[in-house]
């Protein structure tokens, strides 16, 4: 999750060059569908890792 946040806040300083803010989403976009299937494995439930 850190990770994700330090994308976004590098998105939101604006000094990255276009490559590099395309780069930075798409990664951003992995790591957020790899949450996001945690999340569903969880089915509600609340694991620990």
């Known amino acids: 999750m850190n ?3 330090t994308i976004i ?3 939101e300083e ?4 276009l490559e590099e803010a395309q780069n ?3 990664e951003g976009q ?3 569908e790899e ?3 945690d999340l569903n494995v969880g ?3 609340i694991l620990e890792q």
């Open 3 to 5: 990770r994700v946040e």
């Open 9 to 11: 806040e590098r998105l």
């Open 14 to 17: 604006g000094e990255v060059s």
């Open 24 to 26: 930075l989403h798409e």
């Open 30 to 32: 992995e790591l957020l």
């Open 35 to 37: 949450l996001q299937s």
């Open 43 to 45: 089915d509600g439930q």
